[in-house]
């Protein structure tokens, strides 16, 4: 039987990660996937060792490596770019028997989401052995298979497996620290072995986004937590600690270098990019992409709008009762606990607050959940009841993380918005849209009757209308002209307005409204008279693909998750509104 049961959830696991890994292709719909592809698209060398041009020698190696390996492109590391144009090469030398020359734009994304979906089948792994080698008293190790469907169909899990950026390996790389500093704590040393295998770990992260940085924080803990309670002299102690410290760092370091060395070679390009990435992400510097955290509220706008729809809400209310109420007499307990405070507390107060932020946490609350259902089954001795209680709750759990493979199983949402505007607006009718939501609607669909149809689209800028009087009268001139409007996303609306909400959001200030009025009184006033109705047009149409479960076309469950993070929603399942001129 649990042969059975095993191969069921290797099954499971490779079907959730791998279904649907083409979505949204060929378009660049996630703008942070689409740099990093650009990016691994201009690693193309036209130096190539087994040309006859050739030369062996430091300098010509040197220069090759910084040009052709040089991504001109410093948000994140080189190691996925790097890695992901090994598996294009690998895959062209398989399939063609030849290497490629100029790497696809479909080809570098399906390469970057495979080390993402790989990423998280391996988080799978690493969370069941960590709870297996350092938690079986509390959660026993014969009942561990049945947890392992709440790992694989953890809503962010599946969907940072299904996006080609960074955050489904840093989740990996945050688990493997967290596991080596369990076994520190475990056998009550600091060992060589485990500072240069954190080292490692760490500096890989820190290859791949220098903010990884903050994941050295909890061995130095562990270090400073496990050589207080040793017996030896207060000289020694110090003694080890600074030794200790300067292994793990110098392995750091090396480790940070060797997987992204343009970081030093390109060092300019390198200090350029993080001083930008690092004012944006503190809001020194103000972007259009940022505003939506304007008035927002550290700590309280992470536990409403990212871990609920993260976690699903049934986990997130398990996780913070087990957060809280788990014992503290418990030094592996109060190690998750640091773990998760060292890097959420910094992470919640910078005023970006993406939901990728929180991404390298997500897996520990997975770990208190499993804490806390171990703890709820020890109130029996019976094992088939025990055996039945669990599978309810899993089962229970996995609701939000089933349902959200739908997301990936149904066509784009966009694709499906295309299909009804051709299908139902006359050819050559003017649309008013918005801007920046990286590619505009209707998408081009060939091989239909419809691909013949033309659209006159205003692609608009409402992110510097209310500074700009040429703005204001050209949307006056669009509105009368227009006729359909089209509102392809939240990203507008949501970070400027309180357009769709009668109440101010509890997560920002509770004057928030008002300050966006003041603020932003043009788009304001657009949102207002689109909804009482004072343009002219009427909503005709809302598109959807909300996290739903449906069997033999019946619709049993649908999980509106517009609310959560504006990054949530928007990069693969925006909801499309279309209003008509009467």
Not at 248 to 269: D, G, K, M, R, Y
Not at 401 to 427: C, F, H, M, Q, T
Not at 433 to 457: G, M, Q, Y
Request: aromatic fraction near 16%; charged fraction near 15%.
């Amino acid at each position: 039987m649990k042969k059975v049961t095993l191969i069921l959830l290797i099954l499971a696991v490779f079907y959730s990660r791998f279904v649907g890994l083409t979505w949204g292709l060929p378009y660049p719909f996630h703008p942070d996937e689409r740099n990093m592809a650009n990016a691994l698209q201009s690693l193309t060398c036209t130096l190539h060792p087994l040309s006859s041009t050739f030369q062996p020698t430091l300098y010509p190696l040197l220069s090759t490596f910084k040009d052709c390996f040089n991504p001109h492109f410093f948000a994140y590391g080189q190691l996925p770019l790097y890695i992901g144009y090994i598996l294009i090469q690998l895959s062209s030398i398989f399939i063609h028997g030849s290497f490629v020359k100029e790497i696809s734009f479909t080809s570098a994304v399906l390469s970057l989401r495979l080390i993402s979906a790989i990423s998280t089948i391996a988080s799978i792994y690493v969370l069941y052995r960590l709870l297996r080698d350092y938690f079986s008293d509390i959660f026993e190790k014969n009942l561990l298979i049945y947890i392992i469907p709440f790992f694989i169909f953890a809503p962010f899990l599946i969907q940072f497996g299904h996006f080609g950026t960074t955050e489904s390996t840093l989740i990996l790389l945050y688990l493997l620290v967290n596991y080596v500093c369990l076994s520190v704590l475990k056998k009550n040393i600091v060992t060589k072995k485990s500072l240069i295998g954190t080292g490692i770990i760490i500096g890989i992260a820190v290859g791949i986004k220098i903010s990884s940085l903050s994941f050295g924080l909890l061995p130095l803990v562990t270090i400073l937590f496990v050589s207080f309670f040793n017996k030896q002299k207060i000289w020694k102690k110090l003694l080890g600690i600074v030794l200790q410290t300067f292994l793990f760092s110098l392995v750091l370091l090396t480790a940070s270098i060797i997987t992204s060395p343009q970081n030093v070679i390109s060092f300019s390009e390198f200090l350029g990019s993080i001083v930008y990435e690092s004012s944006i992400a503190r809001g020194t510097i103000a972007v259009f992409y940022t505003r939506q955290f304007l008035f927002s509220s550290p700590f309280i706008y992470q536990l409403k709008y990212i871990f609920p729809y993260a976690l699903g809400i049934g986990s997130f209310v398990l996780f913070l009762l087990s957060f809280f109420l788990l014992s503290y007499k418990d030094k592996r307990i109060n190690l998750l606990r640091f773990s998760f405070l060292l890097y959420f507390i910094p992470a919640s107060l910078i005023f970006a607050k993406w939901s990728r932020f929180m991404a390298p946490l997500l897996p520990i609350a997975l770990i208190f959940v499993t804490l806390s259902i171990g703890r709820i089954l020890k109130l029996t001795d019976k094992m088939i009841l025990k055996k039945s209680v669990l599978i309810a709750l899993i089962i229970l759990l996995s609701i939000p993380g089933i349902a959200y493979l739908s997301i990936y199983l149904n066509k784009d949402v966009r694709e499906s918005a295309s299909e009804w505007i051709y299908k139902n607006i006359p050819d050559n009718a003017r649309i008013l849209s918005e801007t920046a939501n990286v590619v505009d609607i209707p998408l081009f669909i060939s091989n239909t009757i419809f691909s013949n149809k033309r659209f006159e689209v205003a692609s608009f800028d409402f992110y510097n209308i209310d500074t700009s009087k040429e703005l204001q009268d050209a949307l006056v001139s669009n509105v009368k002209t227009a006729d359909y409007i089209f509102i392809p996303s939240k990203r507008i609306f949501a970070s400027h307005t309180c357009f769709l909400k009668t109440i101010p959001d509890f997560g920002y200030s509770i004057d928030r409204c008002k300050k966006l009025r003041a603020l932003y009184p043009v788009v304001n006033e657009y949102y207002d008279k689109i909804e009482n109705g004072e343009l002219g047009f009427k909503l005709v149409q809302t598109i959807t693909s909300y996290p739903s479960i449906t069997i033999f076309g019946k619709t049993l469950l649908e999980l509106n998750d517009e609310g959560a993070d504006e990054t949530w929603t928007v990069f693969d399942h925006p909801v499309i509104r279309i209003y008509k001129k009467i």
